[in-house]
C-alpha cells in the first residue's frame, strides 16, 4: 500500500508511538490529584505544553489543550464571539475554510444571530487580503482565516490580514491545521489572536490539539472541573498531548529538510506524469505536501476506486466530505456549484516519510487507471 492521504492524517512516529506508550504505562495519574502520582502526571502536562509554546514562540500559559483542530476551531470562535458581543454582533470567514469553522459560524448565525460574511474567492481562486478588509465593518469582531487550505494548499495571506486587523477591533483567529509543523507558525508575527492545530496532522496522535490564544477572555466549550486554567474542563488526555509534543517537537527541528524533500516528491510528481492531459486546481501560492489535479472527464469517484484497488491511498478533498457525494465547497466557491470540475478533482498529498519510489509506483498505477 501507498498512502497518498497525509492531508487527512498522517502516520505516527514511532518516537511518538514510544513516548505515548511510556506515558499509558509509568504515568498513570490524574494530572489534579495532589500525591506524587499526580504531580507527575501534572509535571508532564506543564512540559508538553511548554514544548508547544516553545515550538510557536509563545507562552506556556497561552496554550490550551483540546481534542483538535475541530474543538479548537469551535473555542475560539463560539468562546469569543459569545464573551464579546456587546463590542459588535459581526463576523468575518472565507468561503473555502474547513467545515469546522463554516459550520461554527453557521451555527452562531442560526442560533445567536450573528452576521456572518462568507468572503469569496477571487476569480482566479485566490483569496486577497483587500477582500478581507472591505467585508470589514464597526461592528466586526471576529475574523476567522485558514493558514492553508486542506483540499488544495493554496496559502491565505494571513500575514496581511493580521496587519490589517491591528487597527481594528476585530480579533484574528487563524486556522493552522495544514501548515503546523511544516514551516515557521509564529503567532506574534502574523498577529494572530487565535491559532488552531490538531496533532494528527504533524506525525502525532488522532484526538488532541492545541489552540493559541493572546491574553484575552473567551468562553469555554466545555464547563466543569478547573484544568486547562477554566478553559477546557475535563482530565486531560496525557500520554496523548505528551505524544503530540514529540511530534510538534521532532517535525519543528527537521522543518527544512522535510519541506524540501516534499517539494521535491512534488516536482517529481509532476514530471512522472507531465505525458497525462490534466489540469492542476492550484490558487496561487501552495504548500507543497498537498496536490490536487484533475483529468478531464474522469470521474474522480471511479478514478479513486481504482487507485484503492491497486494499493494507492488519495482523496477527493477532505476526509470530511470523502466518503459523501458532497462536491467540494472550496471548488464550487471558485468554478460554481454546476461546474462539471466538481466531478474530477483528486487530492494527493505527501509527507516527508514518503519516497520517490513510491510516487514512481503511484504514477504508473495512475497511468494504468486511467486507460
Ligand atoms: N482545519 C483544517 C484546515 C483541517 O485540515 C482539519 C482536518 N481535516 C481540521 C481543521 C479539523 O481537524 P480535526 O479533524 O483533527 O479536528
Redesign the pocket.
Known amino acids: 500500500m501507498i498512502y497518498l492521504d497525509n492531508?487527512?492524517?498522517t502516520p505516527v512516529l514511532p518516537e511518538v508511538v514510544e513516548v505515548m506508550s511510556d506515558t499509558l504505562l509509568t504515568t498513570f495519574g490524574n494530572p489534579s490529584s495532589i500525591h506524587s502520582y499526580g504531580r507527575v502526571a501534572f509535571q508532564t502536562v506543564r512540559q508538553s505544553r511548554e514544548a508547544i509554546a516553545q515550538a510557536l514562540q509563545v507562552s506556556a500559559r497561552q496554550i490550551t489543550f483540546t481534542?483538535?483542530?475541530?474543538?479548537?476551531?469551535n473555542t475560539a470562535i463560539i468562546g469569543y464571539a459569545l464573551a464579546h458581543r456587546k463590542l459588535g454582533n459581526h463576523i468575518v470567514t472565507t468561503a473555502i475554510?474547513?467545515?469546522?469553522?463554516i459550520n461554527t459560524v453557521q451555527y452562531l448565525h442560526d442560533r445567536h444571530g450573528f452576521d456572518i460574511t462568507f468572503v469569496q474567492p477571487e476569480p482566479d481562486g485566490s483569496v486577497s487580503a483587500d477582500s478581507i478588509k472591505n467585508a470589514l465593518r464597526p461592528d466586526t469582531i471576529l475574523v476567522s482565516m485558514?493558514?492553508?487550505?486542506?483540499e488544495t494548499g493554496q496559502l491565505l495571506p494571513v500575514s496581511e490580514v493580521g496587519e490589517i486587523l491591528s487597527h481594528h477591533q476585530a480579533v484574528f483567529h487563524v486556522?493552522?491545521?495544514?501548515v503546523m509543523g511544516k514551516i515557521p507558525v509564529h503567532p506574534l508575527e502574523i498577529k494572530a489572536d487565535f491559532v488552531?492545530a490538531?496533532?494528527?496532522?504533524f506525525h502525532g496522535p488522532?484526538?488532541v490539539?492545541f489552540l493559541y490564544h493572546a491574553d484575552l477572555l473567551f468562553d469555554p466549550l466545555i464547563h466543569g472541573g478547573e484544568q486547562e486554567e477554566k478553559r477546557r474542563a475535563g482530565t486531560e488526555n496525557l500520554h496523548s498531548l505528551v505524544g503530540m509534543a514529540k511530534a510538534l517537537q521532532i517535525s519543528v527541528a527537521h522543518m527544512r529538510e522535510n519541506y524540501e524533500k516534499v517539494e521535491q516528491l512534488k516536482t517529481h510528481l509532476f514530471e512522472q506524469i507531465s505525458d497525462l492531459t490534466f489540469y492542476k486546481n492550484e490558487f496561487g501560492k501552495s504548500m507543497p505536501h498537498v496536490v490536487n489535479l484533475a483529468f478531464p472527464e474522469q470521474n474522480h469517484d471511479l478514478l479513486l476506486t481504482k487507485l484503492d484497488l491497486a494499493g494507492i491511498a488519495i482523496s477527493t478533498g477532505?476526509?470530511?466530505t470523502a466518503g459523501t457525494i458532497e462536491p467540494s465547497h472550496v471548488l464550487a466557491s471558485i468554478y460554481g456549484e454546476s461546474s462539471p470540475k466538481l466531478k474530477e478533482n483528486i487530492r494527493i498529498s505527501f509527507s516527508e516519510l514518503n519516497t520517490i519510489d513510491e510516487i514512481d509506483e503511484f504514477a504508473i498505477k495512475l497511468k494504468n487507471a486511467l486507460k
Not at 485558514?146 to 486542506?150: D, F, R, T
Open positions: 492531508a487527512a492524517t481534542s483538535g483542530a475541530s474543538e479548537s476551531n475554510e474547513h467545515p469546522s469553522v485558514m493558514w492553508s487550505n486542506n486556522d493552522a491545521t495544514q488552531s490538531s496533532g494528527h496532522k488522532k484526538g490539539g477532505s476526509a470530511c
